[in-house]
């Protein structure tokens, strides 16, 4: 891992009309499956509230307070695709940081089964999730500062969520090379049954097992400045 705050021998990727064809599959298979359980969720999220319309209540107030610190005022103006896209071209993360990023994401739907992944949360859960799994995959990363910057939160929200996700998965950050590969399996058979994203394996490129296997806890890395600065969005994830 880099030494706290040590960004340097990182570039930034190039521009994205220059790597528009080199994208990993796994970035458009974890799009399909998310994209799928965001729309479920907020229809189950307007049907509760229609049913409570009658009687003054919100199908908010149905849901556990698990994710609230991941929710937004309302839905940001970009995609998941291409959040995800914007994510991997400019922190340089590994494929492998997408898929266990989702299996983080699972793990808090399963520990917190009265909260969704929805809409207003769906972004924020993303960024945190894949830069967690960074620091545990990645022998160099971006700090804190620079992921807020790609994912458009401020740098102190960051570092709240990032707190928030270690506890509400009681810092269950190890995932091990079956995990993986299971993970890897169970998106892969969701796109072929759904007929969506033609075929071809997600990118199964992970890590030394025996290594990550023997992680107990994160390193710590503490926020310094951004070697670069990616392009900012349009409006940030609010």
Known sequence: MLAAGDCTGLEPRPEPSQVEGTLPRVLTVLSFVLERLVARN?????????????????????????LNGFHGVRPPNISIPKYLERIYKYTGC???????????????????????????????????????????LDDEHYNNAFY??????????????????????D??????????????????REVLLNGHGGHGEIEKALFDPAP????TELPVVEDAPATADPPSLDQAVD
């Open 94 to 136: 590994s494929p492998s940081c997408f898929v266990v990023g989702y299996v983080y994401i699972d793990r808090l739907v399963h520990k917190h089964p009265d909260s969704l992944v929805v809409s207003l949360n769906v972004h924020r859960l993303l960024v945190t999730s894949v830069m967690v799994a960074s620091k545990m």
């Open 171 to 188: 810092f269950g950050v190890v995932v091990s090379s079956r995990v993986f590969e299971t993970y890897c399996f169970h998106l892969e």
């Open 42 to 66: 907020d229809r189950l999220l307007e049907n509760l509230s229609g049913q409570l319309n009658g009687l003054g209540g919100h199908g908010w107030a149905m849901l556990g307070k698990s």
């Open 148 to 169: 807020a910057k790609v994912g458009g939160v401020s740098n102190a929200e960051l570092n709240r969520l990032e707190m928030e996700l270690l506890f509400l998965l």
């Open 212 to 215: 990550l296997d023997d992680v």
